[in-house]
């Protein structure tokens, strides 16, 4: 990025409302060095604008908090977080280790990615193991066989046991209606539980992370990102996803309106038919209830395109779990979900 | 009857092929009062802007069918909590996003019952701009003056009325000329230089996003025009150069390029102005000059940056800056000081009378401090100081502080990310005030003399 990069056109015009008691105007002429414009404000572009605030929120905690962790599966959000967490702390190493909830569903392509960017990024990686939980009969396997709901008790578990006290995980306002409630730092108790009704206010980025031991604080520095954002900031900073982001020849089966891929955790019932589509997955996430959707996206531009027209919100089209009730993520947020 | 034009000038999917390669962001704050339409009006802009999906919009048709509603009540879109849909009622600020050619907005979206102007003050916190409701049957109502006051109080550049209901009142010219007039002499008294106000139907859509023809009496621009073309922040060529810094970056032997191993830089997020190499600076509250040697980024070395940019930034000198410390140009610095003069919109159930000892959060510092006296409280209808001796929830007070640290602290009414402090309990870590130092409903003009720091 060049100096010139600083320097962004406004593109909107001037002047606007002409019955009001005062109008919106344009400030006095730029000083010499800056680019002239017809609107000669400096102003960030949107992206720049998110990633500063992210940066700036990755960079609040590690001055603030003693073991800071990141949430890391793989899937598009977290790796845009942990892209950004390189650059806050750039040229230094990311300062946190990285926590993966392994429910066992995984998607292979996925997996794979996951230790090839650990690998990269030089950090750790801790794991905990939903199968360990069902293998001892701490949890046991729900009758849907999805194993979303079940990550909750493992990463308080890990929590607990590395003692780590501010959590980021890769959660959007735009996802989901109890996600756009949710406040950037996010104070869980000691059973890891959220308090809607009792959030901190959040006043300017004055971030207030203090906690009592046993709480933690769950951070969210792509708040007020959007998925199209997401995609848009991955194709400028050519950012590497899993390939099954991008559309794939894959054999899938249709079950409650998703389509859902052959695999071992996702066989097909009697009379569910196999075909061979063009897909791609919007999420990735538990195997068995993650819907892929058709695509002819097989670039990130075309993603990008893709998603700016779309019509379905991206847990609507691909997350089978948050389906069952108008409540079900504000539910397992209760409980202490990521 | 079709009477609204039909130009679409807000699809999403235009986004993404855009001529313009550099959308802007507009942070929004929505307030008003009850039942004044403020829930329709955003769900309007959302469903008007192609914002809302087919799977958000069915859920909401559903809920609707279900309730024995003729429509769908747009303001379901916007009430996420299970209390809030059982209550039919808005708790907390919710965010919604939604984006044209142009430009990226984030709304926050604030209950509008007297018991949260606390969530009105952390929407407006943020905002660029405000909007906000009047009913045009109703007028200017004591919720007006405390909204707008808010709007005030916090700073928001840009504040914007939406006369709503105006299909109630037949599209009369005359009853909107007489609420913006009543509003006009709100804004002076409030001092906010810049209020935009309009005829809408936030109910039928009238200059939401479409100009109407049914007020061909109003000549100007729809909501989201207006929108579309506000300035987003203050110009930072025009701002004096602030930075607090987050913390040192000194890589040392985990420097993932050897090149990187005697790499010193200080880590930030611009505040306010224009930097640039070879700028002088003090580094405050000690008080040091230097000079920036360099701004750096992941991505490679700028000649200048400016807010909100988070950078980092090298010094000529080897001297003391720590987390907490605040860089800033050399010509317009600030003084520290450990005694303030602070307006502050109390946040706590408990009054203040509990907390005189606290915590105070100011940029990256956070000091111990005490509340040596309440000077009063706002009377919000008045807009004037009455006396006082106690805070309670939603009460905006002035009081004076006694910092343990020195901080670099400015009047809020110039700076509002260093003329801004939360008050902390020590114990339990809960948020107790937003704090504002001085007075910034006096702005910079001549009462402020008697608040200055």
């Known amino acids: ?338 | 009857m079709p009477t609204t034009t039909t130009r679409n000038h807000a699809a999403t999917s235009e986004t993404a092929t855009s001529k313009h390669l550099h959308p802007t962001l507009l942070r929004l704050a929505t307030a008003g009062s009850v039942d004044d339409g403020k829930s329709t009006l955003v769900g309007r802009l959302l469903h008007d802007s192609k914002s809302v999906l087919a799977d958000q919009l069915d859920a909401v048709e559903r809920v609707s069918r279900d309730r024995g509603l003729a429509h769908a009540d747009l303001a379901l879109l916007t009430d996420g909590l299970r209390a809030e849909r059982e209550q039919g009622i808005t708790i907390d600020v919710a965010y919604r996003y939604f984006a044209t050619a142009d430009r990226s907005f984030i709304l926050a979206d604030c209950p509008g019952h007297v018991q949260y102007t606390r969530n009105t003050v952390t929407g407006a916190s943020t905002a660029d701009a405000v909007v906000l409701l009047v009913d045009a049957r109703k007028g200017v109502l004591e919720q007006t003056r405390r909204h707008l006051a808010v709007a005030a109080l916090l700073r928001v550049p840009h504040v914007i009325v939406a006369v709503n209901k105006i299909d109630l009142v037949g599209f009369d010219e005359d009853v909107y000329t007489r609420v913006a007039a009543d509003l006009a002499e709100v804004a002076i008294d409030l001092g906010l230089p810049d209020l935009i106000s309009l005829p809408v139907s936030a109910l039928e859509g009238d200059n939401v996003v479409d100009r109407s023809s049914r007020t061909d009496w109003y000549t100007g621009p729809s909501l989201l025009e207006i929108l579309e073309a506000l300035p987003v922040a203050d110009d930072p060529s025009h701002e004096e150069f602030r930075f607090p810094v987050q913390l040192t970056l000194r890589p040392q032997e985990a420097a993932r390029d050897a090149a990187h191993r005697e790499y010193r830089g200080y880590a930030g997020q611009i505040a306010s102005g224009v930097v640039r190499v070879g700028d002088q600076v003090v580094v405050l509250p000690g008080g040091r000059r230097t000079t920036i040697a360099g701004i750096d980024t992941a991505d490679g070395t700028l000649a200048e940056a400016f807010a909100p940019r988070s950078v980092a930034l090298r010094l000529t000198d080897d001297i003391d800056v720590a987390r907490g410390d605040l860089i800033a140009a050399a010509t317009s610095a600030p003084e520290p000081t450990r005694d303030l003069m602070a307006t502050v919109c109390w946040l706590s159930a408990e009054p203040l009378s509990k907390h005189s000892r606290v915590l105070l959060k100011h940029t990256t510092r956070t000091t111990r401090a005490i509340v040596s006296a309440v000077d009063g409280v706002l009377d919000l209808d008045a807009v004037r100081i009455i006396s006082a001796h106690d805070l309670g929830l939603n009460d905006i007070g002035r009081l004076r502080i006694r910092t343990a640290e020195p901080i670099a602290a400015e009047p809020y009414a110039r700076h509002r990310r260093t003329g801004a402090f939360l008050l902390i309990d020590a114990q339990s870590g809960q948020t107790l005030a937003a704090g504002m130092v001085g007075d910034p409903l006096a702005g910079e003009g001549e009462h402020a003399d008697e608040w200055d720091i």
């Open chain 1, 1 to 338: 990025m060049s100096a010139a990069t600083e320097t962004v056109r406004n593109p909107n015009p001037e002047t606007v409302g002409n019955t009001s008691p005062g109008t919106v105007g344009n400030a006095n002429p730029e000083p010499v060095g800056i680019v002239e414009l017809a609107d000669s404000r400096l102003t960030l572009d949107h992206l720049d604008t998110l990633e500063s605030e992210s940066i700036h929120i990755f960079r609040e905690v590690v001055a603030e908090f003693e073991r800071p962790v990141l949430l890391f599966s793989g899937g598009k959000d977290s790796v845009v977080m942990l892209h950004l967490a390189a650059k806050a702390f750039w040229p230094g190493p990311v300062p946190f280790p990285l926590l993966h909830i392994d429910t066992g569903h995984n998607f292979p392509e996925v997996l794979a990615y996951r230790d090839r960017a650990v690998a990269e990024k030089g950090v750790r990686l801790e794991v905990a193991t939903v199968q360990d939980y069902i293998d001892d009969g701490r949890l046991a396997e729900r009758r849907d066989g999805t194993r979303n709901p079940l990550q909750t008790q493992p990463l308080l578990d890990a929590i607990a046991d590395h003692r780590f006290d501010a959590v980021f995980g890769g959660g959007r306002r735009d996802e989901e209606k109890a996600r756009a409630k949710e406040r950037i730092f996010s104070l869980r108790d000691e059973f890891g539980a959220w308090d809607p009704r009792n959030q901190r206010p959040e006043l300017w980025n004055l971030y207030n992370g203090r906690h009592r031991p046993g709480e933690h604080v769950r951070v969210f520095p792509l708040s007020n990102w959007t998925e199209l954002d997401v995609w848009r900031y991955i194709a400028r900073e050519d950012i590497d996803l899993p390939e099954l982001y991008y559309a794939h020849q894959r054999e899938v089966f249709e079950r409650d309106g998703m389509l859902l891929a052959v695999g071992p955790v996702s066989a097909p019932r009697e009379s569910e038919t196999v075909v061979t589509k063009q897909v791609r997955y919007r999420t990735v996430g538990d195997m068995s209830c993650t819907g892929a959707v058709e695509s002819d996206a097989v670039t990130v531009q075309d993603v990008v395109i893709e998603v700016a027209a779309t019509r379905l919100t991206e847990r609507g089209a691909t997350r089978a779990d948050d389906r069952i009730s108008e409540a079900a993520m504000e539910d397992r947020k209760k409980e202490g979900y990521f």
